[in-house]
């Protein structure tokens, strides 16, 4: 029953346990497992791969025919046009899952467990996100390597794709941050899944991302006007045709694509911070006492 | 396993205390007062029960001890740490196993205990070992490579256990472990509690069933409504029930049931004051005398007419306990059929 030996030997043993955490190996940890757990979802790899791939050919081809020429006086094809929208796409749909993984982890007990652990809760989260801005990474790769096959064309080159990239995660962050909130509030897959990934429906559509605000109802310009998307698409549209595309505020400060890159960067990074604050706060609430 | 134990507390005062709670309280914030007033002292290496029936502040008690929850008042010290003050010393030095089933399904059994070898920062050098070990003691070894979402209930169980315990903690809580688990898992668990605790690590054990917690633990409290209601060893407890139990079988209908029971009563039969209840069966006595006057009753209700179909006397059970404690039998929840015969081997009628 009682312990068989006492002394220095046991304090040694204990040393080494528990030197070994540290903040960067708690988020390589995390950050692993959330790697391997995206490959093996298949929720996660149709949502967030084979989904915007059947977007980005079908509406090129449906759409792309029936807008033919209208675009920019017919200097613009859709398939350029559309690319910058999926790209936002990409990054929806894996913020959305980014919520669906904790509630799943809160279904069953993973979320518990992690917290029990000495694991630092501020390096559990910044792994599983690292490792969703990855997978946002990967697929826009993809996703821009598919859209030029099909014709499109990154007029700012390497600027450009970088810009892509750039924009796909400071985009996604607003998302995440949402369906992490949604996650912890509800602590409901069903109800995360519903609030995250629906979403992404109707907010593509009231936006300017399968057609400039213009070619809108009125209706639906006022409110493509508050939405996020807008201003991702927009940002990311800009790095794609080379040209300020912004419709939302004629900006004129900051020349060429700058006019529509800053502000929309500077809406999404307000966005992100306040929504990610809210996010943390929920978390923070729902770890130092969870209660049922 | 290995060594085991190996950071559990030396307090200044030479005592070595796993957990040393006082005065908790834990209300929630829509009021609800789970844990009114728990004080807890736990010896190192001692297999600890801690029962009580559905709702009545067990699992909130061993979240508080695991720094889960904050309590709202009191002191916990745990393997030496105050848990509000340093939580992440007190994580360090236990092992959790939650009430509900905590694997990652998507996850093999290798890679859920390597995330928890990483979570608890073993040494990259011992923990393909360790895993090893680990998968050999909880019978997972043969199945390592395959995902938890291929496993049965008491698989997954059984991984969950092995991941408390990667990081060989001298305290391990474990939050009622075989609920909803077989017989033959059940006691291939119960097997391995005892080992490791034969080894010298403290459990902490919750549970709602009785056998469990007669034949694991050393020592015992009993929560009701938040607070404890008794503590001892099996066998005192069982001694506080006050005597043996003479079931009697009737099947004659409840009016005449309880007409023996005003016989077993008032007769005088049994000198100091039974306690008779008036089961669904028959009648169920309790006395220090019943095995001297337990003839004596059959025979007065011969004379009264009631036909006896069968008796057994018999030493109390846990149930007992929880009966003479407080008023009612303890929950068992359906399914759990095996218990209850199991608990009543030495009886006769289960409950």
Not at chain 1, 79 to 84: N, R, S
Not at chain 1, 251 to 277: C, E, R, S
Not at chain 2, 301 to 324: H, K, M, Q, S, Y
Request: proline fraction near 4%; charged fraction near 20%; charge should be negative.
């Amino acid at each position: 029953m009682s312990t068989p030996t006492a002394g220095e030997t046991d304090e040694q043993v204990s040393d080494s346990e528990r030197s070994s955490n540290t903040f960067l190996g708690d988020v390589w940890v995390n950050f692993v497992r959330w790697n391997i757990k995206a490959v093996r979802n298949r929720f996660v790899l149709f949502g967030s791969l084979v989904q915007p791939i059947i977007f980005l050919v079908l509406f090129t081809q449906v759409f792309g025919h029936a807008v033919g020429n209208d675009l920019s006086g017919g200097t613009l094809n859709y398939t350029t046009f559309l690319l910058p929208a999926i790209v936002i796409q990409v990054s929806l749909v894996t913020g959305a899952t980014s919520g669906i993984g904790l509630v799943n982890d809160i279904e069953n007990g993973m979320f518990e467990k992690v917290l029990v652990s000495p694991m630092n809760r501020a390096a559990v989260f910044i792994g599983k996100t690292a490792a969703e801005m990855v997978r946002i990474c990967v697929q826009i790769a993809i996703i821009l390597v598919l859209g030029v096959i099909l014709g499109a064309e990154i007029k700012t080159g390497i600027l450009g794709i970088v810009g892509l990239f750039a924009i796909g995660i400071l985009f996604s962050l607003w998302f995440v941050a949402f369906s992490n909130t949604v996650a912890v509030l509800t602590k409901d897959q069903e109800s995360t899944i519903i609030a995250a990934n629906f979403l992404q429906f109707p907010l593509l559509f009231v936006s300017s991302a399968f057609l400039p605000l213009n070619a809108l109802p009125e209706w639906i310009q006022t409110i493509a006007k508050v939405n996020p998307i807008t201003y991702g698409v927009d940002a990311a549209r800009a790095f794609m045709l080379d040209a300020n595309v912004m419709e939302v505020w004629n900006v004129t400060a900051f020349g060429g694509i700058w006019n529509t890159v800053v502000p929309a960067v500077a809406v999404l990074a307000v966005l992100d911070l306040a929504l990610g604050g809210v996010a943390v706060y929920m978390i923070n609430r729902a770890s130092s006492a969870s209660v049922k | 396993m290995l060594g085991l134990a190996s950071m559990a507390e030396r307090t200044e005062t030479g005592e070595e205390l796993a957990i040393d709670a006082e005065n908790l309280q834990v209300t929630y914030s829509d009021g609800t007062e789970a844990v009114r007033d728990v004080s807890l002292s736990i010896p190192r290496g001692e297999f600890f029960g801690f029962l009580g029936p559905n709702g009545a502040g067990k699992t909130t008690t061993i979240k508080t001890l695991s720094t889960l929850l904050r309590p709202t008042g009191g002191t916990v010290t745990v393997n030496g740490f105050d848990a509000v003050a340093e939580p992440r010393k007190v994580r360090e030095s236990i092992g959790y196993m939650a009430q509900e089933t905590s694997v990652d399904l998507e996850m093999t059994a290798r890679e859920n205990l390597r995330f928890a070898c990483e979570s608890y920062g073993v040494p990259r050098s011992k923990r393909s070992e360790r895993i090893d070990e680990l998968l050999d003691l909880v019978d997972l070894a043969d199945v390592a490579e395959k995902k938890a979402d291929e496993f049965s209930g008491g698989m997954k169980k059984r991984l969950d256990a092995a991941t408390a315990l990667v990081h060989q903690p001298p305290l391990v809580f474990l939050d009622e472990p075989t609920t909803g688990l077989d017989p033959k898992a059940r006691n291939r668990l119960w097997e391995y509690f005892e080992r490791i605790n034969g080894q010298g690590m403290t459990i902490f054990l919750t549970t709602q069933y009785l056998e469990e917690a007669d034949q694991l633990c050393d020592r015992l409290s009993v929560i009701l409504d938040g607070e404890i209601v008794a503590e001892g060893s099996p066998a005192d407890l069982k001694r506080e029930v006050g005597g043996e139990i003479l079931d009697v079988k009737i099947e004659d209908g409840p009016d005449t049931r309880q007409r023996a029971a005003s016989i077993a009563l008032d007769s005088g039969i049994f000198p100091d004051s039974p306690a008779v209840e008036v089961t669904d069966e028959g009648l169920s006595i309790t006395t220090p005398t019943a095995r001297q006057h337990g003839t004596d009753l059959l025979v007065a209700l011969r004379d009264e007419g009631i036909t006896v179909t069968g008796f057994d006397i018999r030493a109390p059970t846990l149930d007992d306990v929880f009966l003479a404690i407080t008023g009612e039998h303890i929950e068992e929840e359906t399914g759990d059929e095996t218990i209850a015969a199991t608990a009543a081997t030495d009886g006769g009628a289960s409950r």
